[in-house]
């Protein structure tokens, strides 16, 4: 993936090392703070009275401070400020200040402080610090930071620290996050304009309040006793419910060199600026795709040739510095160079494509649903790009799933060439129903990328087993996986190797079946990832059944689980997202032991609603039990409204999941 922007980085990033930054303090030591005074703003944030928090709360923000000055040529300078009251031993991991810089932004002023309950106050300067890179393998950025350990974060007291930043931003705006993962006592964001400058700004996932007008074109928001975003299962992520403040500002007059948002057009246009020259082709590109399309006989095999080879030939590596995390590398030096990252993949085939007569178009998105506003242009969201691909007229489409039909652009097939295990023609999960922007011929466009219907996510699982006289159960099993079933299961067992991808199927066994013992286990097109990837497995299992004298008590549904018991709690805060729609469907046919016969079998069940179905039945056929099901996921977000339905429609799958049926001994 692309960088996630300059934007976002500092709290994306900070959560990402702050474990490290712990293992920097603990081997390398903390300089010693020494003692000084604390800010008046810090003693007042300290001393104000806190409402009465659940006894499990870690820590609470006391303040949390934005001052973003803008000047006249459009360079920001910003001052954050933090203060922190530990409440828990957990608490003390918010006894660090971690703080972003690269060649884009200068970090001109770190200091840090504590204010025991007993005791003397300490500081730590910028000094202190240790400074530090974020580095992977596939990743090299500019981006550094320093770490600021705060002495004394203990239960009962304060920690503080304030700095502040200067930058040249690509865009001018600015979005103010206030709310956490703990309660936010005050959150405050103030801005300041220059003389003849103005300002909109866009709330989301909080209630909407007016600046106060200080004066001088300076504007402040201020809220209290912000909720901390609480930990559910299943729920959306951190930034799609999270309380934000968005702020465009730009000069009334337009003012020369200015980019401002204004609209979604405004934005692809500016994009289309940085990536005017990047797809042009080379005579290698131009050998490489005659080469790749040679054999292919329609227009549909030529992309999935081009396609496969940047799934899986061009290596993802990427080398952001400075406008880097938004500009993409050449089409030339990213096949010369055989990596790139999202975006150079995306900009080389799209490339290609073109020399096939192929047009395509940029799609800037978010590999998290739900944090793309529609209604709210910006170009500070995205941390991903995609690629639209214009399918001529022509073209059977009927195979290709994630298409969309624009009224302009005709048929539009969305392509993700940095997923390896995502066949062409499919979307990765996170990414369908999602909002992206499509970079077209008339600038940008929010376009909703389609859910792909419940039948291109199957698993369909089968199996043959035998039960004998004293509850033993035998058999094989066989599972067919297409779209986001095939691409799990497939990236977990290509990531293992050996007895490790036995350990894989093992480990789903053992959650149904204790005491089993796995006898064989085949996968099948593991390495073809535009084929259904298949696993059949063989296993026993003593004592599945359970005797009660001329009695054996079976459970017909063996293998798979669908309840869940995400809802049985007090109360639920947020939606539930389900990864994607899906059809799953087990079949199990158990062979009886001689000389019994079927007494009782669970009763049939259906479940349907606007969201989800389930449906089971238990046939009996001469000395054959058939258990089959049928499990569908229609829609990935369940809104607040619809978790009570929610809720009884996974105890009704439970219901059948315990079921059992009752066999007797016919000539006890």
């Known amino acids: 993936m692309m960088n996630s922007k300059r934007f976002w980085r500092r709290r994306s990033r900070l959560t990402r090392i702050s474990r490290f930054a712990g293992f920097l303090c603990v081997f390398l030591g903390c300089a010693p703070a020494a003692l000084a005074g604390v800010p008046d703003w810090l003693h007042t944030a300290a001393q104000q009275p806190l409402p009465e928090y659940p006894k499990d709360t870690v820590a609470v923000v006391l303040l949390s401070e934005q001052v973003t000055t803008v000047k006249n040529n459009g360079e920001i300078e910003t001052l954050y400020r933090q203060a922190y009251k530990i409440l828990r031993p957990e608490g003390r991991r918010y006894g660090k200040a971690l703080v972003y810089f690269d ?39 500019d981006t550094k930071y320093k770490v600021l350990q705060i002495p004394a974060a203990d239960p009962g007291n304060v920690v503080g620290y304030e700095y502040v930043q200067k930058r040249r931003p690509f865009v001018l705006q600015d979005q103010w996050s206030f709310q956490e993962y703990i309660p936010v006592r ?30 001088s074109n300076q504007f402040v928001w201020e809220i209290e006793n912000v909720p901390p975003v609480l930990v559910e299962r299943r729920m959306p992520p951190f930034r799609a419910v999270a309380g934000r403040l968005a702020v465009n500002f730009y000069p009334r ?55 496969a080879f940047l799934q899986r030939d061009i290596r993802y ?16 030096s990213v096949f010369a160079n055989r990596y790139g990252d999202c975006k150079d993949k995306v900009t080389l085939l799209s490339g290609m494509l073109q020399e096939i007569g192929i047009e395509s178009y940029y799609v800037l998105i978010h590999t998290d649903r739900g944090v793309v506003l529609p209604d709210f242009p910006t170009a500070g969201t995205f941390n991903h790009m995609i690629l639209a691909i214009r399918l001529p007229a022509s073209v ?3 195979s290709l799933y994630a298409v969309m039909n624009h009224p302009k652009l005709g048929k539009l ?38 859910l792909l219907p419940a039948v291109c996510n199957r698993l369909l699982r089968t199996a043959q087993f035998s039960l004998s006289p004293n509850g033993a159960l035998s058999g094989k099993v066989q599972e067919v996986r297409s779209g986001g079933p095939a691409t799990y299961e497939r990236a977990q067992f290509l990531k293992a190797t050996g007895t490790d991808r036995r350990k894989i199927i093992e480990d789903f ?41 001329d009695l054996l008590v079976v459970r017909p549904r063996v293998l798979g689980e669908k309840t869940s018991d995400l809802l049985e709690i007090k109360q639920r805060h947020y939606p539930v997202e389900f ?57 990935v977000i369940v809104p607040m409204q619809d978790l009570d339905e929610l809720k009884t429609f996974f105890r009704q799958i439970a219901t059948d999941e315990r079921a059992s049926a009752v066999l007797r001994r016919a000539n006890p």
């Open 413 to 450: 097939l969305f392509f993700d060439p940095t997923d390896s295990y995502t066949p062409f023609g499919y979307l990765p999960a996170t990414l369908q129903d999602n909002y992206g922007l499509l970079v077209g011929p008339e600038g940008g466009e929010s376009v909703e990328l389609p």
């Open 253 to 307: 007059d337009g003012g020369s060199g200015v980019r401002p948002q204004g609209s979604w057009r405004n934005v692809g246009t500016w994009y289309a600026g940085l990536v005017a020259s990047s797809r042009q082709t080379t005579p290698e590109i131009k050998q490489k795709v005659a080469e790749l399309t040679a054999n292919a006989k329609t227009p549909i095999e030529k992309m999935k040739a081009l396609a």
């Open 579 to 635: 990864p994607e729609a899906t059809l799953q469907t087990d079949t199990f046919e158990i062979a009886l032991p001689a000389g019994y016969v079927v007494d009782d079998v669970p009763s049939p069940m259906h479940v349907a609603n606007g969201f989800a179905e389930y449906s089971s039945k238990v046939e009996v056929n001469g000395n054959l039990l058939r258990y089959s099901r049928s499990y569908e996921i229609k829609k």
């Open 509 to 549: 066994l053992n959650t149904f079946l204790p005491g089993f013992t796995l006898t064989a286990a085949t996968i099948g097109n593991l390495d073809r990832f535009d084929d259904n990837l298949t696993l059949d497995y063989s296993f026993v299992v003593d004592h599945y059944a359970k005797t009660a004298g």
């Open 186 to 215: 005050r959150a405050r964001f103030t801005l300041r304009l220059p003389s003849g400058w103005e300002y909109d700004s866009y709330w989301a996932h909080y209630p909407g309040k007016t600046a106060q007008d200080l004066g």
């Open 396 to 398: 059977d489409a009927s």
């Open 317 to 332: 590596v990427a080398i952001e510095i400075g406008i880097g995390g938004f500009q993409p590398h050449p089409a030339g």
């Open 103 to 141: 060649n884009e932004t200068r970090l001109t002023y770190l200091k840090a402080w504590c204010i025991p309950a007993n005791g003397n106050e300490y500081e730590v300067k910028e000094k202190d610090a240790i400074e530090t890179s974020l580095f992977q393998e596939s990743f090299f950025s």
